[in-house]
């Protein structure tokens, strides 16, 4: 929770203030296109919660399996088990 927290502000951080890279590249371009020497972040409701949706998923998917393995042996079986 406090590596969310600390994410967002530093989101809402660089999406006020950007990464100045201006003494790095100056006038760079790649295939015509020209890079803004500030860049910044975009911080959207979905930016957040699609990552916190999919760890819920993919952690429930990963415990799922082992769960239903473990309620499928008989207790008398899985003090024997190894």
């Given amino acids: ?9 530093l ?16 006038g760079m371009s790649f295939g015509g296109i020209a890079f803004d020497p500030i860049w910044r972040a975009e911080v959207t ?9 999919t760890l819920f998923i993919m952690g429930g998917l ?11 042996i008989q207790p008398v079986k899985a003090i024997h088990y190894r």
């Fill in 45 to 53: 409701y979905r930016t957040v919660l699609v990552p916190i949706i």
């Fill in 11 to 26: 989101s809402f951080y660089l999406e006020s203030y950007g990464i100045d890279l201006t003494n790095i590249i100056t």
């Fill in 62 to 72: 990963a415990v799922l399996y082992p769960a239903i393995k473990a309620a499928l």
């Fill in 1 to 9: 929770m406090f590596a969310l927290v600390l994410g967002v502000l």
